[in-house]
C-alpha cells in the first residue's frame, strides 16, 4: 500500500507547484486526472463508515443530511442525548439515519481535517503550501440524488474524489471577493439569481477516485452523483482579510480611553463630528505603529498552523515547514543559493543529503530527518535546519 498523500507536489501531479500557483490559485478552476492508488490511504468506505459510527462527536452541527437540495431538519435523523461535555444535543440516531438514506439523503461531515492520519496529511500538505489554515468537509452522496444547487463557496476549495463517481458541472462565472457575511454570501441571493448569474457551462468533468477539482473563491459550479454511492473530500482555505486585519485591530482598541468613551448625542453635530476625527486620528495612530504588521503577521502565522500537532509522547521534536514555492537551490561545492530573498549560504558537511531529503517534504520534524541521515549527531542536523533557516528555505513551527 502507499502512502497518504505527504506533500503538495504529489497532490498536483503531473501539475507542477509553481504552474499552479502561476496559472490557477485565485484564478481559474483545474480538474486534475489521477488514479485510485493516490487517494487509497486517504479515507475508504471502511474509514468512511468507522468516522460515522463515532456517535459521539457528531452533533446537527457538524453531522448533516440533505436530501434533493434540502437540508433534513435534526428531528428528522437525531434525537436528545447527552454529548461528551455533557450537554444536550440533538445526535444522529443510527435507525433515523438509515431511514433518511432510504429517502437518497446525502451525509455531509463537517471539520474532520484531523480526524483520520490520512486527511490529516492531506491538510497539513495544503497548510504548508498555503499558509493558511485548512479546513475538510466530507460529501457521501447517491446515484442521481442531487445535494445541492448550483452555488459559489467562500473560499478556495481543492475536491479530491476518494470512492464511486459524480458528474461535476463548472460554469463560467464567479461572484468577485465573496465573504461568509449577508449580501455576500451564497443564501444571500434566490435560486433564480444564481442560475442568471452563474452563466453557461465551463467543464462537465466525471470525477473517479484519485481525481481533483481545484475551484477558485466564488466560482460557480454544481455536482451529481453518477455511481450508487460516491464519497469525495473538500479541503477548503480560511484565508484572511483586509476585515481579519482591521477585527484584529479593534481588540486592542479598548486600551486607548477614546475608544471607551460613549459617543456624543447624534443631534450634538459639532460634538459628533470632533469626537468622531478623534477617534480616525487613534485609529490611524494604530496603524502607522512600526509594529502593527509584523504582529499581525505573528497572528495570522499562528492561526494558519495552528492544528499542527506538536504534542507527541514520550518526547515531542521541532517541526520545520519546507519554504518550497518557489525555491531553488543550486549547489556550488561547499555553498549553496537559494532564489528566496535570503540569499546564499555555507552548507556544513552533509547539507547536501539534508537538502536532498527536505525538498521532497512540506514539513518535517526533526527526529525524521535524524532517522533518514542517522550518521549525522544532532548537533550537525541543528546547524544545516538552521542555515536553510537563515535564507528562507525553512519556517521553524
Known sequence: MSEPIATFARLLSPILVDDFFDTYYETKPVHIEGTPDK????????EFNELIQKTGIWSDQNF??????????????????????????????????????????????DLIETLTPGIRAVTEALEMALATRISC?????????RAFPSHFDTMEVFALHIEGQKSWRVYQNRFDDPLEAPGYDQTSFPPAYHDKAKGDVLMEIEMKPGDMLY????????????????????????QPTGLSFMSWVTRGLDDIALFRQPMPPHDEIAAHDAHVAGLKDALSDVLSQPDVASQFRDDQRAKAFGSLS??????????????????????RGSEFQLSAPGGK??????????????????HFRLSDLAGAVPDLDEQRLLEITQALTAVGALEAL
Open 39 to 46: 487517494v487509497e490511504n486517504i479515507c475508504s468506505w471502511a
Open 64 to 109: 448533516k443530511m440533505v436530501v434533493d437540495s434540502e437540508r433534513v431538519a435534526a428531528n428528522d435523523f437525531c434525537e436528545r442525548a447527552p454529548g461528551r461535555d455533557g450537554m444536550s444535543l440533538y445526535m444522529p440516531a443510527s435507525h433515523k439515519v438509515r431511514k433518511q438514506m432510504d429517502r437518497g439523503a446525502s451525509i455531509v461531515l
Open 137 to 145: 468537509n466530507a460529501y457521501c452522496s447517491q446515484d442521481q440524488r
Open 215 to 238: 475551484l477558485p473563491k466564488g466560482w460557480y459550479h454544481d455536482a451529481l452523483a453518477s455511481s450508487e454511492a460516491c464519497l469525495h473530500l473538500s479541503f477548503s482555505t480560511a
Open 310 to 331: 506538536n504534542v507527541a509522547i514520550p518526547r515531542a521534536s521541532r517541526r520545520f515547514r519546507v519554504r518550497g514555492r518557489g525555491v531553488k537551490i543550486v549547489r
Open 345 to 362: 549560504g555555507s552548507l556544513p558537511d552533509g547539507g547536501d543529503r539534508v537538502v536532498t531529503w527536505v525538498l521532497e517534504r512540506d
